[in-house]
């Protein structure tokens, strides 16, 4: 429960949502997120000793909880890989009036998913790009089968996790033949399959915009298959526009980060595995949330940190994208309304 005034940014957005990196390491290798020739043997991921410990980000999650944050989202890297994950999802778990919920590529699901779910997690949100085995080595380049992460969704639909999201990634020329397969396969199974334009998140992956596939074209390629309607938002500011298929198999979703910016609405604050409080996906500055933790900083004193941290912020990176690149705008509008 909040007992503190609701946080408003500069643009008058409330804090929500918090994301946590809980680690900076992966067994993936995607090509769009941590490639191989950035990632290599010998990268310098972070010393044990710079991670937030499962206490100091148990003490934050308290103060984000009274400041108006409904829900926490572990993410990574890959979370899984953090050793002992369940016993921070067991702190979390007891902050009152929090939802906890986690990002996985899903490689380690199936023999996590009951201990996750043991441990007070509510809902989990699987990625997976491809259903061909051969397109989905290409992306991951470690090696996991695709009936490898499918073991795992089933897994956590067993442990209660549903309902369960997943999550593809779309980049023009890697895996734009497996729209149509995925929805075929996810139809009618509970699972809420969301198809996610592919970003310029950090510098590693080159991106360049024309190998975003922009969310209209997805939904025409689903469409001449399996015919659309558009869906009402969950709740007002809701990221991905929800769909449904109109011979009632279930609903899927569309995160149009790129054609679509949602930055009105963005209620998201991200918190990074060595502990720097990130007011958007694209800041490249973090406000350093651990030194002051380190320095013996107060409970009061970190609250003011954080509350002041949200206040300055005017982010709105998608907004300013999307108005340097007009065409975009074209793109979605060609295909709208289909
Ligand atoms: N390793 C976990 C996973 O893959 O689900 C959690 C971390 S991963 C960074 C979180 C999500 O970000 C995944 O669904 C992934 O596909 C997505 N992602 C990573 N890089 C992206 C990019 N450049 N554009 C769009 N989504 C991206
Ligand atoms: Fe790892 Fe997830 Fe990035 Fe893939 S998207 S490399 S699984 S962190
Ligand atoms: Fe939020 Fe930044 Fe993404 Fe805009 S670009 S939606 S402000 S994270």
């Not at 957005?13 to 950035?38: E, G, H, Q, W």
């Not at 991921?45 to 984000?64: C, D, N, V, W």
């Not at 109109?246 to 604050?269: K, N, Q, Y």
Request: charged share 25%; proline share 4%; hydrophobic share 45%.
């Amino acid at each position: 429960m909040s007992t503190l005034p609701p946080l408003l940014d500069a643009r008058g957005r409330a804090l929500r949502d918090l994301r946590i990196s809980v680690t900076d390491r992966c067994n993936f290798r995607c090509v769009y997120c941590m490639p191989k020739t950035v990632f290599g043997r010998g990268y310098p991921f972070l010393p044990r000793a710079e991670l937030l410990s499962f206490e100091e980000i148990a003490r934050l999650a308290r103060l984000f909880a009274a400041r108006g944050v409904k829900k926490i989202r572990l993410t990574g890297g890959e979370p899984l890989l953090r050793n002992g994950i369940e016993r921070l999802i067991e702190l979390l778990a007891a902050i009152p009036g929090l939802e906890i919920a986690l990002t996985t590529n899903g490689a380690l699901l199936a023999q996590k998913a009951a201990a996750l779910a043991a441990a007070g997690l509510k809902r989990v949100t699987v990625s997976l790009d491809a259903l061909d085995e051969a397109v989905f080595a290409r992306i991951n380049e470690a090696g996991c089968s695709v009936a490898r992460v499918l073991d795992g969704i089933e897994a956590a639909a067993a442990a209660g996790l549903s309902p369960i999201k997943i999550n593809c990634v779309v980049k023009r020329g890697m895996n734009e033949s497996e729209i149509v397969p995925l929805a075929r396969h996810f139809r009618g199974s509970g699972h809420i399959l969301r198809f996610i334009e592919y970003m310029d998140a950090g510098s590693a992956n080159g991106w360049r915009l024309d190998e975003v596939v922009p969310s209209a074209e997805v939904l025409r390629r689903i469409g001449e298959h399996f015919p659309l309607e558009p869906l009402e938002p969950n709740y007002p500011g809701e990221v991905a526009q929800r769909w449904r298929y109109r011979d009632g198999a279930g609903e899927l979703g569309v995160i149009s980060s790129v054609t679509r910016a949602f930055c009105d609405a963005c209620t998201r604050l991200r918190l990074s595995t060595e502990g720097r409080l990130y007011t958007c996906l694209f800041a490249s500055e973090g406000f350093d949330l651990r030194a002051l933790m380190r320095s013996g900083a107060s409970d009061e004193a970190l609250d003011a940190a954080l509350a002041q941290v949200w206040a300055a912020r005017q982010d709105r990176y998608s907004q300013l994208r999307l108005q340097a690149t007009p065409g975009l705008k074209k793109i979605e509008m060609h295909y709208i309304g289909g």
